[in-house]
């Protein structure tokens, strides 16, 4: 199985930027389907972002036109740039390494607050 480390996270305030980053130690790492998921406190983890090996990209429609999402495969990294963040937008955020040796990162913390 994989390893998946997310980091990035912090508080911002309304209207600013952050930037996740997403560490996969895979081997095939290229190959692989990563995608960005969010949980706050009293709702399901929902997928916020996800990327294909070919670069197709996919955007819940709540961060359309604010984040994306983008890889590096010589970094074996994922990236999200998230944009004109909201206070709803506040969230643990999951990376995730879609296929049977995929798996889940820790978390990151993102708090948008004035």
């Known amino acids: 199985q994989v390893q998946v480390v997310e980091s990035g996270g912090g508080l911002v305030q309304p209207g600013g930027s952050l930037r996740l980053s997403c560490v996969v130690s895979?081997?095939?790492?290229?190959?692989?389907?990563v995608g960005w998921y969010r949980q706050a406190p009293g709702h399901p983890r929902d997928l916020v972002a996800s990327?294909?090996?070919?670069?197709?990209?996919n955007y819940a429609d709540s961060v359309k036109g604010r984040f994306a999402i983008s890889r590096d495969d010589d970094q074996n990294t994922v990236y999200l740039q998230m944009s004109s963040l909201k206070p709803e937008d506040t969230a643990v955020y999951y990376c995730?390494?879609?296929?049977?040796?995929?798996?889940w990162g820790q978390g990151t913390q993102v708090t948008v607050s004035s």
């Open positions: 995730r390494a879609f296929g049977p040796s995929g798996g």
């Open positions: 895979a081997k095939f790492f290229r190959e692989l389907a």
């Open positions: 990327i294909f090996s070919s670069g197709t990209t």
